[in-house]
């Protein structure tokens, strides 16, 4: 079974955030963006058939999740990542975003504090604020581009009484860092120590290189939650929908009662199409081919960076599809490196500061994209640098 990574999606004319907010000087001349984590080629054609099925069969009434819903999520994450589930464990939501602000609301209180560890996704802090809490930082600890949990500076966090939500990131965006079951269990007993909830975002869970992200919720953690959802592995972040894991009942209800007053409905039926399309032998196939094709995406960058840009490190992309650049031997300020990036390589990565607040310099690059554009971005990269001269 052969897959298509090498063709692009049509992003014109459909609203599509990642070709909108693509620098325009890039987009004139037919270049893409590295930045958004979203890959630039199809879904899975296992997910296409399976919504072209349901749209044409022309009901998109009030849908809720059966045994034609749960089965698929069930036996996938069974074989995908080794954990059996319960249908009552998994519940449906609007998405990640939707997902960590109920659990905002329903685990602490106005003015309260929620762990988040830089560099991580910045919708944290961003979902936090809205929301009128304020962030506390466990800022991860960096040697060389190679990052580790401050475990100290976690249970100091953990014991104070306000603080009482942590949002995990595994595998870590942007890092591409995936946590192991000994880590997980370090920070599950803090959590039972202290009291705190444990949002752990997996929407990066199947994209991993050696091995597997572990499921924080599903072995008897407390207060744990996991979020899973078809958004990264793919290609389906604009759907708005994730399926919460919450196998302890209490911390389950508390979900529950707070996703009521947030107005749930019901799921999108092309939606619940899309679960059995992707969660299926079909889909398990396609993500297998698709974890090859970004390998070999990685190991093509790591090898031309180590050869032509020596001084810059790059995290080890254990899992995600984004990789974590320190480019500070420039010397470069971060407007001056992006402007350097986008208007002299025309190449539109993610600033750092988007995801920590202390990453001036740093940049992330989305590595879902044919390997020819990559080729070619690195090219214009080096050209760009050679007039500079940064490099040789």
């Not at 004139?28 to 296992?46: H, L, M, Q, V």
């Not at 995990?168 to 997980?184: A, F, K, S």
């Not at 909830?197 to 199947?206: G, M, P, Q, R």
């Not at 992006?338 to 025309?346: G, H, K, S, V």
Request: contains cysteine; proline residues 5%; aromatic residues 10%.
């Amino acid at each position: 079974m052969t897959f298509d990574f090498d063709t692009k999606a049509g992003r014109e004319n459909i609203g599509n955030s990642k070709y909108i907010t693509c620098p325009e000087n890039i987009r004139r001349e037919g270049i893409i963006s590295f930045g958004n984590s979203e890959p630039e080629y199809k879904t899975a054609p296992s997910v296409i058939e399976a919504v072209i099925k349901r749209a044409e069969n022309g009901l998109m009434n009030y849908t809720v999740p059966d045994d034609t819903y749960y089965r698929p999520i069930i036996d996938w994450m069974e074989s995908q990542r080794g954990v059996r589930l319960r249908p009552e464990w998994i519940v449906p939501t609007l998405g990640m975003s939707f997902s960590l602000a109920t659990c905002v609301k329903a685990f602490t209180k106005e003015g309260g504090g929620i762990i988040i560890q830089p560099p991580t996704f910045g919708n944290y802090q961003k979902t936090a604020e809205i929301l009128g809490r304020h962030v506390v930082y466990n800022d991860l600890i960096e040697k060389d581009c190679r990052y580790e949990m401050d475990f100290d500076g976690l249970e100091e966090l953990m014991s104070v009484p306000e603080n009482t939500l942590m949002a995990l990131c595994n595998p870590q965006n942007p890092i591409g860092r995936v946590w192991d079951e000994n880590t997980l269990d370090k920070i599950a007993a803090l959590s039972e120590k202290y009291g705190v909830y444990v949002y752990s975002d997996e929407i990066f869970a199947e994209i991993c290189y050696e091995g597997i992200a572990p499921m924080y919720a599903a072995t008897d953690r407390p207060h744990g939650i996991s979020a899973t959802s078809l958004g990264k592995t793919f290609a389906f972040t604009g759907t708005n929908q994730a399926n919460i894991i919450i196998p302890d009942e209490a911390t389950r209800k508390a979900f529950l009662a707070q996703r009521k007053k947030d107005h749930f409905g019901s799921i999108d039926p092309l939606l619940h199409a899309a679960i059995g399309g992707a969660y299926s032998p079909e889909g398990a196939a396609w993500k297998d081919a698709q974890l090859e094709y970004l390998k070999k995406n990685i190991d093509y960058i790591n090898g031309f960076m180590s050869e032509n840009f020596p001084m810059v490190k790059i995290s080890p992309c254990e899992g995600t599809y984004v990789m974590w650049m320190d480019w500070r031997a420039l010397g470069l300020e971060e407007d001056a490196l992006m402007d350097f990036f986008i208007n002299e390589a025309l190449f539109a990565p993610d600033r750092g500061t988007h995801y920590g607040r202390n990453h001036g310099g740093y940049i992330r690059m989305n590595i879902s994209s044919p390997i020819s554009d990559i080729k070619a971005c690195m090219e214009r990269l080096r050209s760009a640098a050679e007039k500079r001269g940064f490099i040789k």
